[in-house]
């Protein structure tokens, strides 16, 4: 057990930090505003009925089932290491067909080679530990099938380029920092896609959301 999972009970990351912040996850989700940023996400995407869709590390499944609502024809499954939050995730899926939650590590996904047109990932990497993320994106490039699409979004930029105190403070916590600089489209590159950073925003108290674009080659 390494220094991001040593305080916790686990071998993962929770997503609210803390197993007792969970009831909160929600709420913080919604001061950080990631209804528009899922909205971003899904629209990049480009989905379509028919498609396969796979998100990763899906929490209390808030993106997951926006994906099924404005797309039913999809089928779409979200996985996530945490019961407790994909108990709650169930509960919000609940009527909806085509859309199933899965307990599972983005490091060693339990599903076929070539299974999913497309893989959304939403503040999820920074929470895989630096020497597990070259096998979390190989194996997300080895669920994708040829010419599938990773979209991926997380807390982006470096540490000296941000203003305001959140924002630095954030910047300096060791989880991140495999993500700063050019370290996705490095890590994304190296497990073969091809790889482009399809939009960078702003963000009042993370100080930049980047959004990438991963496509396995055909």
């Known amino acids: 057990m390494d220094d991001m999972t040593k305080h916790h009970p686990h071998d993962y990351l929770p ?3 803390h ?3 969970l009831p ?10 990631m209804n528009r940023v899922h909205a971003t996400l899904i629209a990049q995407a480009e989905l379509a009925g028919g498609q396969r869709v796979l998100e990763i590390g899906c929490g209390t499944g808030n993106l997951t089932t926006r994906v099924k609502r404005a797309y039913p024809g999809v089928d779409v499954t979200g996985c996530d290491p945490d019961p407790r939050a994909l108990d709650r995730a169930r509960r919000k899926g609940r009527g909806l067909k085509g859309i199933r939650f899965e307990q599972a590590y983005a490091e060693r996904l339990p599903y076929a080679d070539g299974e999913f047109d497309r893989v959304l990932s939403s503040m999820m990497l920074h929470h895989i530990n630096d020497d597990a993320k070259p096998a979390a994106a190989e194996e997300i490039f080895r ?3 040829p010419g599938g699409t990773l979209h991926l979004v997380d807390i982006g930029g470096d540490i000296a380029a941000e203003r305001g105190l959140p924002a630095r403070l954030i910047r300096l916590n060791h989880h991140l920092a495999g ?4 370290a996705v ?3 994304l590159k190296a497990a073969g896609f091809d790889c482009a950073e399809v939009a960078s925003k702003p963000h009042r108290i993370l ?3 980047n959004f990438y674009r991963a496509t396995c080659p055909v």
């Open 185 to 187: 489209p490095r890590l």
């Open 24 to 33: 909160c996850y929600d709420l913080f989700s919604r001061v950080l505003g």
């Open 19 to 21: 197993d007792a912040l």
């Open 15 to 17: 997503g609210a930090g």
């Open 207 to 209: 100080g930049r959301l």
């Open 179 to 182: 993500n700063l600089g050019d």
């Open 143 to 145: 669920v994708l099938r």
